[in-house]
């Protein structure tokens, strides 16, 4: 089994929303063998559900929104991971300082052969509900990178 983590700051918008869409990838490209989760880098929001900007978002898109609690990632939770997937350069530096030997670490964007190196995915709980959009956008553009790496790491 490969797993997989997607991190932001809180797991409440950006990460959970990548984890659902992965998920539901996967399911629609017959990739088993795979279980994608997600956690954040701060203790803020702690048991909180996914964002309600979030969950209208992904349930638009078709895909699951309910079931989850926030949490925070572990240096376990690192190293136990075949691949721990930041949105922003600054939840990939935290990692490195729990982890700094983890060679499992990647930012989103780094596959999506469309974006800018490093750029990340900016946060839309700040913004209006719009700003959701374009991260599920963002989120969808680097799935076909990451299936991609997945089965790499499944070969």
């Known amino acids: 089994m490969v797993e997989v983590v997607f991190v932001c700051w809180g797991n409440i918008c950006r990460s959970p929303m990548a984890e ?11 990739l088993h063998g795979v279980r994608f989760t997600s956690a954040g880098t ?8 996914i964002d309600s900007r979030a969950q ?6 078709g895909y699951s929104a ?10 376990a939770e690192i190293r136990d991971a075949d ?10 530096r935290i990692m490195q300082r729990l982890v700094p030997d983890a060679g499992n670490l ?3 964007t780094d596959f999506d052969p469309d974006a800018e190196p ?19 956008a963002a989120i969808e553009a680097a799935m076909p ?7 790499e790491l499944q070969g």
Do not use: K
């Open 20 to 30: 659902r869409v992965a998920q539901g990838w996967a399911e629609r490209e017959g």
């Open 56 to 61: 209208r978002v992904l349930a638009r898109a």
């Open 106 to 108: 990647a930012l989103l």
């Open 118 to 136: 490093g750029s990340g995915v900016p946060d839309p709980w700040y913004g209006s509900a719009d700003g959701f959009n374009g991260t599920l």
């Open 42 to 49: 701060s203790s803020e929001e702690l048991g909180e559900p």
């Open 83 to 92: 691949l721990v997937i930041a949105l922003e350069d600054v939840h990939l």
């Open 66 to 75: 309910g079931g989850h609690r926030a949490h925070r990632i572990s240096a």
């Open 145 to 151: 990178g990451v299936l991609d790496r997945v089965r």
